[in-house]
């Protein structure tokens, strides 16, 4: 196992984020399908109701349906 001794500077210089394309992508799956997160169901359902006729079909094409996400 590894271990990192940190100290107060060193957590204070520490950055945590999240990739907008990254919760765009997994917001774009949980829309095609449902069952990847129960949690979502009140999000999406939101969601849904507001899209109305709007066309996603080409945006959804661009998300894969397998799991992995590029990342930099």
Do not use: Q
């Amino acid at each position: 196992m590894i271990s990192f001794e940190l100290g107060v500077e060193d957590l204070a210089d520490t950055r945590f984020a999240l990739s907008p394309l990254t919760e765009t992508v997994l917001s774009l799956r949980v829309l095609r399908d449902p069952g990847l997160s129960a949690a979502l169901l009140p999000w999406r359902r939101s969601v849904l109701g507001r899209l109305g006729t709007l066309d996603t079909d080409l945006l959804t094409a661009l998300v894969a349906e397998r799991f992995t996400v590029p990342t930099s």
